[in-house]
Structure formats: C-alpha cells, structure tokens
C-alpha cells in the first residue's frame, strides 16, 4: 500500500488522479513504437462540454448564461474550500513523514500544477462561449432572411404556374375550335370535289354525243353521194357474192367440226383435271393413313384411360390408409408467437416456402437463439481434421454479432479477396481478415463466431456460399465469376438504357438477355423474364425499373431474378456433367483416363479453347499446371482418376457450356 492509498484511506475520500507515469510500451511486430522516448509528450485529446453546444436557432438568454456562469463559479468555490481541509492534511502528512516527503512533495506539486492549469484552461475557454453566442445569432439572423428569401420565391413561382395554366386553357381552346374549323373545311372539300367530278363526267358524255352525231352525219353523206367512193359498182356485186360463198362453205365446215368434236374437251383442260385427280387421290391416302394412326391412338387412350382408372382407385386407396395411419400435417400458425418479431415477421419468413423451407427456417431462429444464449465455444484442437482457422484448445468467446453485421462483414472480406493477388488459400486469407480487422487477440473469438452462424443459416445466400468455399465444397472463382456476370449484365442493360433513367422495354429486356446468354434456351429466358416481373398480360412496351432486378435485401438475400440466375447456373452445370458421364459411357466407381476425359469434353462442347479446356482437365485431375501434359503425350495414359471424383471435382469448379454440342452449317 502507497502513501497516497494511506492518505485517502485514513481522510476517507477519494482524490483526484495524478497523471500516470510514462511507462515504456513493449513493441509488437510490425506496430510502431509508443512512448519510446522520455521526451515523448502524453497524447492529449480535445473534450468538449455539453454546456456549450447549443442547437443552431435557438438564442441564448444572456442573464440566464451569466446567471449559470455565476453558479459555476460559487460551485467552483465550494469545491476549493472543501479541498483545502485535505490539502492542510496533506501537508502535516508530509512534516510527518520525513522518509516519504520528497515523493509527497513532488505529488502535491504535481496537484498543484494540473490545478493551475486547468485554470489557464478554463480563462482561455471564456473569450470561446461568447465569440459562440455571436457566431449562433449571426446564423439565426441569415437563416430568417434566407426563409423569408424563399417564400417571396415561392410566392411568384405559385403565379407563375397559375398564368401557364391559364394560357395552356387558352390554347387548348383555340386547337379545338381550329380542329371544328379544319373538319367544316374539309367537309366543304369533299363536297366540291364530288360537284367537280360529276361535271368532268357530264362533259366527257357531251363530247362523246357530239362526236356520235357528227359520224353519223358524215355517213349520211357518203351514202348519199356513191361516186365519192371511186369503186365500180359490178365489181363490188361479184365481191360480195364471192363472200357469201365463203361465209357458207366456213359455216358448214364449223357445223362439221361441232358435230365431230362437240363431247372432246381441250387437252389443257384434261391435264389440269387429271394434276387435280392425282392430288384428291394422294390426300385421300394421307387421310386414310391419318385415320389409322388416330384409331390406334384412341385405342391406346382407351388402355391408357383404363389403366388410369385402375391407378387413381389405387391411389384413393392408399390415400384413404395414409390418411388413417400418418400425422396430419403442421399447423404453422402456432410458431408465430415463438419466433421474434411476432405474427409480421413469421408471415415475412414463410412467404413462398414449402413445409421443408419452413423446417430450416424454424431450425435459423431456434439455433439463433441458442447461439445469443452461448457466451463462449470450447476450442475444436489442433487436429490435422479441423480447419486452420479454428485451431485452438481452450474457451473462445462468442461475440454475439447480428446477422447484419455477418453479412457485411463476410461482403467486405470478398472484396478484399478480390482485390488481391490470392496467394494464399482462402482458409489462411479468412484469419488474416480476421485478424487486421480485430487485431490478433480477437481473431480466434470471431472466427470461431463467424463459422457457427454461416454454418447454421445455410438458406441465406451469402452464408452458405461463404461457407461452402471455406469448407473446400465450392471454388472461389465460381462466387467471383457469378458476381462478374450479374456486373456485366448490369452493364448491358445500362448501355440499353440512352436516356439514363432506369428503366427498359420489357421487348429491350429480352433483347439483352438473349445477348447476354446466347446458350440460354427460350424456355430459361422466358423464365427470367418472368422472374423480372414480365407476365402472359404484358406487352412489349411495358416499362422495367431494371435496377431493382439487382437489389439486395440487409441480409444480403437478393431479389428472384438472380436467384433464378444462380439457380439456372446450377441445372446448366449439371446438365453438362451429366452430358459428360453418358459420353464417357463408364460407371461412377470406374476410372477414367485424361486423353478419354478430353474427347469427352470436345464432343460434347466442340467450342471449348485449349486453354479452357486444359483448366478443366487440371480441375478434374487435381494437376499443377506444371504438371499438365500436352495433348498426344505418351504420359498422358498414365493420368487415371475415378469417375466420380472427377466429376466432383468439376462440380466444385466453375464451368459452363462455351458453345451449342452440333455446329450447325452455315447458311
């Protein structure tokens, strides 16, 4: 026990606390020194009083501030006269004790010192309260005028506006009375265009009368004057008479040719009929063929409906026994009362979920509470079985973070991941996060922190494929290559976009997405427009706010267009692999060489680059790049794996499809 314990212990009182002593910092690797030196001075961190901040607009009463001040200083007073019994004290404590006087000395002068300048301080701070008060009624002052300022503005741009309405009704009050005129104007038109053909028609019958009159008369004339014509009269007899005969032979010759070939039909005729029979016959055929397959497909669903029935009395019967003997299913009703958030956001959680996506979602909440209630985790051991970053015998603490700050947190250690060169493996990176975020004291404590709950909420997305990649069930590059395509498909729709206002046609939309991914089918396009908010009832003209496809929620859950993205990504990569194991034709427990692998996924993919293609083969084999073989190589043969590592091999890595299985020929 001190001197200035025995001090306090016998005045019983508790004094104020001298300035520590400076105390030389042990120096950590890689941090820099603190209080190296004797010179070094204490940091000194600047303290503001709530008294002197005062919200901007309200004025200060100057008696009540002066009134204030006055009380301060009585208390200050107060205070000084209740300290100097202690300083009397002290002082035949230090007569008293000669072996300690130069150390109670010293202390006392200290007191004295920081006393002294707390003072300076306090004087220096005087001049500040009013130079505020000032500066406070100044802002007051322009802030009115400024107000006053805007509703002048306000007032004027209100008449403004009333003025464009009025003249706008005055407008439109002139284009209609302007359309009434245009229509009258028009009806008038078509009114004298109908006068003026009628009488275009008249005149053309006029002419035609007068030319009819003046033929005929010209031919009165003729007739009248037989000598205009300079013809001989006999020779025109023998003329006509030599007609008449020729008229009489070529009728006979007609009825002649009536009678012998009045049932023939022209041969142009015949063969259109006979081209017209042969098509009627060649239908009839197919009709009749038709009719065959019809009448043997109706006997079929005949069977078939037979069958049917036999299944459906069959299905009712096991019904019937099902219904006997199972549970009934659950009333989900009653976990709103045991989850938090009550009734809204039980019906939040259970949107859209079947019975076994209620089960997890239950399974979250239950073991979020149960993880709140652990203070700490017993340490898993240095096992060669337990990951790197959980390696540690002893008690951990639980942090207790929300699932909030999880989710940001596991968002910015993928950034920094991507950011950087990835030397290392991502176990090792994940506690080197940890570690320059919360320092290494509590590495161990978040780790261990972070692991339980991405382990427990394996249905929100962030979580589970953190956790996936941590484990080693799933590669990092497939998160990154996700997040690239979301970004580049973003990108697309904003280069769509000329006016910069959010928004595409739902015909635009579609245009993107086929751009986007020309190896999508239409059924999966379809379904992503769907999931973008398109429907049967829509048209191509409906506009999208296609920014909101990419919002996440505080949890980091994503909107149904790219979780359709993610889970499309999934059925193409099994779909691909699937394609890959009927080509190699093998069992899963048989192996599989590198040179057959590689036809394989020529064959099945003929687009595939070689540097692509080697990528996926080091994935299936598990080769350095180092170590891959070129093509024809005789040590090729010698790489040998099981089938059904390989595949989950490829399952974890991050491949797709990079062109349609069959060339199609060139139009």
Not at 235 to 261: C, G, P, W, Y
Not at 494 to 511: A, F, I
Request: some cysteine; proline content about 5%; charged content about 35%.
């Amino acid at each position: 026990m001190g001197c200035w314990d025995l001090v306090a212990m016998v005045t019983d009182c508790t004094l104020p606390e001298l300035p520590r002593p400076r105390v030389r910092a042990a120096r950590l690797p890689g941090c820099p020194r603190v209080m190296d030196s004797p010179n070094s001075q204490p940091l000194n961190f600047p303290t503001t009083s709530r008294a002197h901040l005062r919200p901007l607009g309200v004025s200060i009463d100057d008696s009540l501030f002066t009134e204030t001040k006055n009380t301060q200083k009585r208390k200050l007073s107060q205070k000084r006269k209740t300290l100097l019994p202690y300083r009397e004290i002290f002082e035949f404590f230090i007569e008293d004790f000669k072996t300690y006087k130069p150390l109670l000395s010293s202390i006392k002068n200290a007191y004295e010192v920081m006393l002294a300048h707390q003072r300076e301080k306090i004087r220096a701070l005087e001049p500040l309260k009013a130079k505020l008060i000032t500066v406070n009624e100044n802002c007051n002052e322009r802030i009115l005028v400024m107000r006053a300022e805007e509703r002048d503005e306000i007032s004027m741009l209100k008449k403004e506006k009333m003025n464009l309405l009025k003249l706008i009704d005055k407008k439109n009050e002139e284009k209609i009375s302007l359309q009434t005129e245009v229509t009258k104007l028009r009806k008038n038109l078509a009114e004298e265009y109908l006068h003026y053909l009628s009488e275009r028609d008249a005149r053309k019958i006029l002419i035609a009368d007068l030319n009819e009159l003046r033929y005929q008369r010209e031919d009165m004339s003729l007739a009248q004057s037989p000598g205009v014509w300079g013809e001989d009269p006999v020779k025109l007899t023998v003329a006509l008479k030599m007609a008449r005969q020729d008229l009489t032979r070529t009728q006979m010759e007609l009825n002649t040719m009536k009678a012998n070939f009045g049932d023939v039909v022209p041969r142009r005729d015949f063969e259109m009929q006979e081209k017209t029979l042969k098509e009627l016959q060649e239908q009839l055929e197919s009709l009749r063929d038709d009719y065959e397959e019809v009448r043997k497909e109706h006997e079929m669903l005949l069977q078939l409906h037979m069958s049917t029935l036999k299944e459906r009395d069959q299905f009712y019967s096991e019904l019937q026994e099902i219904q006997r003997t199972s549970t009934p299913r659950p009333d989900w009703s009653k976990c709103e009362d045991m989850v938090a958030g009550g009734r809204d956001r039980w019906h939040v959680l259970a949107e859209g979920k079947n019975s076994d996506q209620l089960v997890d979602v239950l399974l979250e909440e239950i073991g979020e509470g149960l993880l709140r209630e652990k203070d700490f985790f017993p340490g898993l051991g240095y096992g060669e079985s337990i990951p790197p970053f959980l390696r540690f015998d002893g008690i951990v603490e639980n942090k207790k973070p929300t699932k909030k700050e999880v989710v940001k947190l596991l968002k910015d250690a993928w950034k920094e991941r991507i950011t950087e060169e990835q030397k290392e493996k991502f176990p090792d990176f994940f506690f080197s996060f940890l570690e320059r975020h919360f320092g290494p004291g509590d590495a161990m404590a978040w780790a261990y922190t972070i692991f339980e709950y991405i382990k427990l909420f394996h249905t929100n997305e962030v979580m589970s494929q953190f956790y996936a990649v941590l484990m080693g069930k799933r590669k990092e590059s497939v998160y990154i290559k996700q997040k690239q395509t979301i970004a580049q498909l973003l990108k697309e729709m904003t280069n769509v976009d000329s006016q910069n206002e959010g928004l595409l046609t739902m015909e635009q939309l579609s245009t993107v997405l086929k751009s986007t991914f020309p190896l999508k089918k239409d059924e999966r396009i379809q379904e992503l427009m769907e999931a973008g908010g398109w429907h049967p009832s829509s048209s191509n003209a409906d506009l999208l706010d296609y920014r909101l496809l990419f919002m996440e929620d505080e949890e980091g859950q994503s909107v149904p267009f790219v979780q359709k993205l993610w889970e499309q990504y999934v059925v193409e990569k099994d779909e691909y692999l699937n394609e890959l194991k009927q080509e190699l034709g093998l069992e899963l427990n048989e192996e599989v060489t590198l040179p057959k692998v590689r036809e394989a996924l020529m064959n099945i993919d003929p687009n595939l680059d070689k540097q692509t293609l080697n990528h996926y083969l080091r994935q299936a084999f598990q080769l350095p790049m180092t170590e891959m073989p070129e093509e024809d190589e005789e040590r090729e043969e010698g790489i040998v794996t099981q089938l059904q590592t390989a595949l989950e091999q490829l399952q974890m890595s991050d491949i797709r499809r990079m062109g349609p299985r069959e060339q199609e020929p060139a139009s």
